[in-house]
């Protein structure tokens, strides 16, 4: 049996989320389930974690949800092919980085950049290696990649920092394609 590669998408459930934004990931997410890859995520059904979902389901992919017991009471949770409920925040976190071959950080608020900057920190501790992308579509984590520069001015941060990550701006862009072929070896 060959091994299953998960991406572990970190997006906003938000449907206010632009558009544009839900577009791509989802697009990225159905190119993803054609190469063969496996989502696991946090279980929403709609923002840019639905539309990762609704990607990779209509391209035959596999998805993995994790939530919460109490999650759907503020989110519409996705008929996943195996949801898992858990009771924290923290399992939830924990449980998706145990599956993770690569992160996909999306478009999203402060859920995201919670997961975002856990992971970040877990790397910089050199607590895993799992290769972290930033979606930074049309713009979307300009402010955040800002502030990271400013914490490494301000010597509050270090150059490493930037290296714990890689950023795209668009789906297509030949670093991902790279990322990704680079997992599966």
Request: glycine share 10%; hydrophobic share 40%.
């Amino acid at each position: 049996m060959s091994k299953q590669y998960f991406v572990c998408l970190y997006g906003g459930a938000s449907d206010n989320i632009a558009d544009v934004h839900k577009d791509a990931v989802k697009e990225l997410c159905g190119n993803l389930a054609k190469q063969g890859f496996s989502l696991v995520y946090g279980a929403g059904a709609t923002g840019c974690m639905g539309a990762a979902a609704e990607g990779f389901r209509e391209n035959g992919g596999y998805i993995m949800g994790v939530t919460p017991r109490f999650m759907g009471d503020f989110e519409d949770i996705f008929d996943c092919d195996n949801t898992i409920k858990v009771d924290t925040m923290a399992e939830r976190k924990t449980l998706m980085e145990k599956h993770a071959d690569l992160y996909l950080i999306a478009p999203g608020g402060i859920g995201t950049m919670d997961e975002f900057f856990q992971i970040v920190t877990l790397k910089y501790l050199e607590q895993m290696e799992t290769p972290i992308v930033i979606l930074n579509l049309d713009g979307f984590y300009d402010s955040l990649l800002a502030l990271l520069d400013s914490l490494i001015a301000q010597k509050a941060a270090g150059e490493k920092i930037r290296t714990l990550f890689d950023v795209v701006t668009d789906i297509h862009d030949e670093k991902l394609t790279t990322l990704l072929e680079n997992v599966k070896q």
